[in-house]
């Protein structure tokens, strides 16, 4: 049986270098490291699975290379030390030890490095005022870029990663929209536009050679209006192509909020956005290509067969699943853990300086605590309760660890309420992952699944169980109504499976995440949507990724729909809807109402058991935290590692 991916295991030369395969690790570390800005032993781990699941090579992400970094950024890597090498070493040593290459990311940095959407000199938001710079300091980053560059050869790295995408200091200064500087980096000329990026990729050259392969990271567009068309940035491209090794091909800005969808493309895109930008460059070009955004194996395998791109750049697919590179080239497709694009990784950096953690892959950013954690001292029968995301993780894992599982699960499948949230076209990437859950639980030989089995306390102790995991999950949040017809009043989930049938008049009562996805739905299949709800309106669809929330919304305003924000439901009566908002009531005419309310969990059923098993934990919906896929599986994980 030959490999699926015969184009993706292929060698390549960048530069000097070989590289083992055509998948490239993305950037990946923020507020990983210390507050002094070198690398941290957790930084090291997290990196040591990409480098050992198959990536070619592995890059350190936002290397800030200021000489003087400012007091803002913290638990980021500093470059701009010679000290810096010694725990640089470290991390190359580590990912380089089962066969990976290691790359350092290089990024110069603003003084209000940390916040966001920072008005600028010319009223749009910079990452960097390319403005604000004198020549002196511009020409400062050029030696601070080259002498992080000698830092990671003298750390015995392979490459780096010039980052001039996402409207970074070397493409704002490309852009006549940015750039109103009247020295010699000004617009007034083509050759003026490309002079910071020629200049400091000729100061690194200078530095180190041919001894490091250099990766140059571009924005085919950065999607500000008047910014440079594809065709000029390839003409950029073309004046640095003798210059660099490896043309590493993005979009977006990451200083505009609504534009970060595009840098991490969501669940509610298509997957390889930038494979037809790269193209372009490909075919222009003398040097190897890369792209990045959300790209599949299927896509690469067929992107690099095609002759559109020589090379893949991973990012959280590798945070999903750092093995999935040596899964795939082994025939093991079917265990790689899909990413579901809930951006909950980068979310957290971005936006709220929290270390990055997976919402489907539980050992993320916390691999010593994990990798490291003391074997079971003996087998142990374990009950799990509940078939969910949350009663399919905990059952994997204390399966993994070597106990004996039994899993009860009321209804005919397994998936629990994540059933309600997958049928929609832009939420499969949701159902691969359950689809994998169900399939690493039901292949495991320490698993007995008992379906169509509702638990009960004499069930359970009839059982003799060791420890038992609840996971039980919630129950929808219905309020008392006048009218409860139940083909007019309806709960969400029931229209996620399709349950519930709809009319063409529909008012969504409640606009998190599950109303707005349901309220997006409905729009594409041409229905009259209302949203209300109690919260204002920025705190509307807060989940765990202000990511995409933006992507969310960018989709919904593509339609026509009413949103009623600090907007109470009263009652539901035949004829209406009754909401109270601004102080004063308003009746709404309605063909269906979906409520979408939350839910709450099920202490009482978890109260039936707790006294069966000495050794219990409660895990997902059930324990009373957030709703989320990340609490689900986190919380089991924690508790099968417990036992």
Known sequence: MTCKYPHIFQPIKIGKLTLKNRITAAPIYNFLATYDNHISREGIEISKPVGMGGAAPVTLGSGFINKILPGTAHHIVGMNDDFIVTTLAEWIEAVKRYGAKACIELVPIAPYFGTHEVESSVGIPMEIDCNLLTTEELQGFIKDYAQAARRVLQANGDM??????????????F?????KRTDQYGPQSFENRCRFAVELLEAIRAEVGDQ???EYRISATDMVPGSPEIEEVIEFAKTIQDKIDLLHVSRGALAINK???YIFPSTYMPHGINIEYAAKFKKALKIPVSTVGA???EQAEEAIAAGKV???ALCRQLIADPHC?????RKKEEEIRPCIRCNTCISRSHFGMKVPRCAVNPTFGREIDCFYYPAPKRKKKVVVIGGGPAGLEAARTAAERGHEVVLFEKESQLGGTLRCAINYPFKADLKKYLDWSIRMATHNKNITIKLSTKATPEIIAGENADALILAMGSTPIIPKLTYKDESKVVWVGDVGTGKAQVGNNIIIVGAGMTGCETALRLLQLGKKVTLIDSLPKEKIAAGSSLINTYALFQLLNEYQYDLWTKTKLVDVTEDYVIIAAKGKEEKLVFDTVVLSMGSKPNLEKVDQFKEIVPEYYIVGDCNGNQGTLFNAVTSAF?????I
């Open 638 to 642: 924690d508790a099968a590692m417990a």
């Open 259 to 261: 534009l970060t969808p």
């Open 325 to 329: 590179v040596n899964k795939a080239e």
């Open 212 to 214: 490091l392969a250099i």
């Open 295 to 297: 790209v599949t194996l």
């Open 160 to 173: 780096i990663m010039v980052h001039g995408a996402h409207c970074q200091l070397p493409a704002l200064l």
């Open 175 to 179: 852009s006549k929209v940015f750039n």
């Open 310 to 312: 020589d090379l893949i």
